[in-house]
């Protein structure tokens, strides 16, 4: 049978030992979660390119679009002006609408990923701030099993 100190030194290192692990696991769930707002700000990168690239190549679908027209109109003999000009304008209008609409999903998007991203950063310093409360809870229950030795 182990004498009451045995018991009470290895209680003691049992719970430093689990207020470590305790510490550890906070740190590292704090870690995950900046590494979670990392790549959502890096997603937050790429939506704003992915969009400048789909606004750049409306721009040029519009302009053949309305060139094209242009030809037509020119080769049949028409003049740029009246209901010919009034298809070139709205044809114009209606490009307008569609990259306007493209860069307004597009910053929703981003506002919903920075939400997510501001979320993430708020759960790691709460992790953070977790982890030494953490350690003192199995180091104070290791210590209650040591002084509880004696008794």
Do not use: H
Not at 20 to 43: C, I, K, P
Not at 76 to 93: H, M
Not at 112 to 139: D, H, T, V, W
């Amino acid at each position: 049978m182990c004498d009451p100190v045995s018991i009470g030194i290895a209680g003691l290192a049992g719970g430093v030992m689990q207020g470590v692990g305790g510490f550890m696991q906070r740190n590292q769930a704090a870690a995950s979660n900046t590494l979670n707002a990392q790549g959502v700000e890096r997603d937050i990168g790429a939506e704003r390119e992915a969009t400048a690239y789909t606004v750049a190549r409306t721009r040029e679908g519009l302009a053949r679009t309305q060139g094209g027209a242009r030809a037509g109109f020119a080769a049949n003999g028409l003049a740029l002006s009246g209901s010919a000009a009034d298809v070139i304008r709205d044809t114009a209008i209606e490009g307008d609408l569609d990259i306007e609409a493209i860069k307004w999903s597009s910053e929703e998007k981003v506002k919903s990923m920075k939400f997510q991203a501001q979320g993430y950063r708020y759960n790691a310093a709460q992790e953070k701030a977790a982890a030494p409360i953490a350690f003192l809870s199995g180091a104070l229950g290791g210590a209650a099993k040591f002084g509880g030795a004696f008794e």
